[in-house]
């Protein structure tokens, strides 16, 4: 079965500090996609970054960058002079095949870190 | 918005109460899915409809829990004879489309947090 590991349970930083969260998956599939999503108080789920498991190129996007290793399972996401308003609780997420097999859909979340950000 | 709305926002029920969740997702998109979320936790999958079709119920814990879609639109979850630990954040995601290809990512509203007293 699927499983996603987000081992920091809580991380705090001061403001403009660089900032990694780690996840670890394991499944059995080999295309999968990976996730990650935020979470403010507000509580609304939102996308942040994707990458399939056939593209281990690691890539950057503004603050935003992550570091996919499938050779230890991992997919680190890294937050660039943090700011305040990163805030949050923050997903690890994997995607496989639904039941049937037929498409991706279902989404496997890791027990998410709680990030602060002191001014 | 063009977001995924729920509603309601917050339900408050008596252990053995039925509630029914509600869940508009964006206009057009083909996949929905329901997810709980204790808390502290991160959300758990519960199931998955393409239009109107209930592809995957396999995370519905018990046969308390009841979804359907019958437009292929909106979606009600139904939890019947409430427990108190059905207490918990009731997330909606939907997404373009659900079928082979490039995977759509899921958008989500803002969740129903049902607490059982």
């Known amino acids: 079965a699927q499983k996603v590991t987000q081992a920091q349970t809580e991380i705090s930083v001061v403001e403009k500090e660089d900032v990694t969260l780690d996840c670890v998956y394991e499944t059995r599939d080999t295309t999968y996609y990976l996730f990650w999503y935020k979470q403010p108080p507000s509580g609304e789920l939102v996308f942040l970054i994707r990458r399939n498991s056939f593209d281990e190129q690691n890539e950057i996007s503004g603050r935003y960058s992550w570091n996919f290793q499938k050779s230890t399972s991992s997919f680190n996401f890294t937050i660039t002079a943090s700011q305040v308003v990163d805030s949050a609780v923050y997903f690890c997420?994997?995607?496989?095949?639904?039941?049937?097999?037929?498409?991706?859909?279902?989404?496997?979340f890791g027990q998410g870190t709680i990030l602060t950000v002191h001014p | 918005g063009a977001g995924v709305s729920q509603s309601p926002r917050y339900k408050v029920a008596k252990r053995g109460q039925d509630v029914a969740l509600r869940c508009d997702p964006i206009s057009g998109h083909v996949s929905l899915f329901w997810y709980q979320q204790a808390l502290g936790q991160g959300p758990e999958f519960l199931t998955y409809?393409?239009?109107?079709?209930?592809?995957?119920k396999s995370g519905l814990p018990s046969d308390r829990f009841f979804a359907e879609r019958p437009e292929g639109s909106v979606s009600t979850l139904k939890i019947q004879r409430t427990q108190q630990e059905d207490s918990a954040v009731y997330l909606c995601a939907s997404s373009f489309s659900g079928g082979r290809g490039a995977y759509n990512e899921q958008f989500f509203g803002p969740g129903t947090r049902l607490t059982v007293l």
């Open positions: 997420a994997l995607s496989e095949r639904n039941a049937g097999g037929t498409s991706y859909g279902k989404l496997t």
């Open positions: 409809f393409q239009n109107e079709a209930q592809l995957d």
